[in-house]
């Protein structure tokens, strides 16, 4: 279906859309009559939190990685493994596909939606360097992967209530379960933070005439 004429946004044409429900409302409506979301065009704040997000998550990550994440006691041995040891464990015992699981969950995932999340704001902080469609398929990525990145954690709490033998062994979550958690946690507020709308914004930016407009004012008109 081809589209005649230039589109326009909801909010050029004087409409604010929720972001909980997709509702649209006419501008200065407060609250979203379906689902009572408080309505804005726009997040003027979406990319400090995002950054105070990710960097409290990205600090959180470091200890979640140096740390032992499982300690294992029997009666003649104590013996603790980080993320990384404890899967090349799993390897050597020849559980390939449960320790390619467990990296990909604990290191893959969350580094990949550390990198998209910095992009993302990159992106709209400084310009796009890729398509709309792009950046915004990203986003759905790092929203769609948020949910897996507790598999770890899980199998920490599930071992450690299976795995209770009275004085001949026991595991026990170590430090780095409760600094993971944390990272994961984090990570998904600083996604949920970033407004997508921006995105948006940025790329009409892009695409008008005047391409010697200054990112800062591209910054002001998507703060507004």
């Known amino acids: 279906m081809e589209v005649v004429g230039e589109l326009k946004t909801?909010?050029?044409?004087?409409?604010?859309?929720?972001?909980?429900?997709?509702r649209v409302s006419p501008v200065g409506t407060q609250y979203c009559p379906r689902c009572g979301s408080a309505l804005q065009s726009r997040d003027g704040l979406s990319l400090q939190k995002v950054w105070a997000w990710w960097l409290v998550g990205l600090m959180c990550y470091i200890p979640a990685n140096l740390y032992p994440m499982l300690e294992t006691r029997t009666l003649v041995s104590t013996q603790s493994n980080t993320i990384v040891g404890g899967a090349v464990e799993l390897a050597q015992h020849g559980s390939w596909g449960v320790a390619l699981i467990i990296l990909a969950a604990s290191v893959l995932?969350?580094?990949t939606k550390f990198?998209?999340?910095?992009?993302?704001?990159?992106?709209?902080?400084?310009?796009?360097?890729?398509?709309?469609?792009?950046r915004h398929f990203l986003y759905e990525v790092v929203e769609y992967i948020g949910r897996w990145s507790m598999i770890d954690v899980f199998v920490v709490a599930i071992l450690s209530a299976l795995?209770?033998?009275?004085?001949?062994?026991?595991?026990?979550?170590?430090?780095?379960?409760?600094?993971?958690?944390?990272?994961?946690?984090?990570?998904?507020?600083?996604?949920?933070?970033?407004?997508?709308?921006?995105?948006?914004?940025?790329?009409?930016?892009?695409?008008?005439?005047?391409?010697?407009?200054a990112s800062g004012d591209v910054r002001k008109e998507s703060s507004a």
């Open 10 to 22: 909801a909010r050029e044409m004087g409409l604010v859309g929720c972001t909980r429900c997709s």
């Open 109 to 111: 995932i969350p580094v």
């Open 115 to 134: 990198i998209l999340i910095a992009g993302l704001a990159i992106g709209v902080w400084r310009g796009p360097q890729v398509s709309g469609q792009r």
């Open 163 to 213: 795995v209770q033998l009275q004085a001949l062994a026991s595991i026990t979550p170590g430090r780095a379960s409760l600094f993971f958690a944390l990272s994961v946690i984090f990570t998904m507020l600083s996604a949920q933070s970033f407004d997508s709308r921006l995105i948006w914004d940025t790329q009409r930016r892009s695409d008008a005439p005047d391409h010697g407009l």
